[in-house]
């Protein structure tokens, strides 16, 4: 390992795992391969480490008027062919899911509990130690 300045740390991926600010900006795609946006950022838990919702960026500009929407990180899949993500889901429902385009809510429990709500998904408990 190397100096944290260094941008090599970290930069070759694996078959399984992928370094953080490798993902910043990758593909998504609808299950139909037309695409979507980018992953924003990931949502990780301090205390287990594990992803738990990937930020996508849709739509905008030159950065203005982007939103922002958080997706459980179980409904996104790799295709490691096209190397992006691709969204499991109909774009019209992640359109109608939570989001944002300035402040970004407070990720706390409640949130974290009604964007799974709104996708059907399992709640994540973030005080899992």
């Avoid at 974290?112 to 709500?117: E, F, G, K, P, Q």
């Amino acid at each position: 390992m190397t100096d944290s300045n260094d941008t090599t740390v970290g930069a070759e991926p694996t078959n399984l795992l992928l370094a953080s600010n490798k993902v910043d900006g990758t593909k998504v795609a609808t299950r139909d391969g037309d695409a979507l946006g980018s992953v924003y950022s990931l949502m990780i838990n301090k205390r287990t480490g594990g992803s738990t919702f990937a930020v996508l960026s849709l739509g905008g500009f030159l950065g203005i008027g982007k939103s922002y929407y958080p997706l459980p990180f179980e409904l996104l899949s790799y295709d490691h062919v096209a190397d992006g993500y691709v969204v499991t889901i109909d774009r019209r429902l992640l359109e109608g899911g939570p989001s944002w385009s300035n402040n970004a809510p407070d990720f706390n429990q409640a949130y974290a509990d009604r964007v799974s709500s709104y996708y059907g998904v399992s709640p994540v408990d973030l005080s899992v130690v």
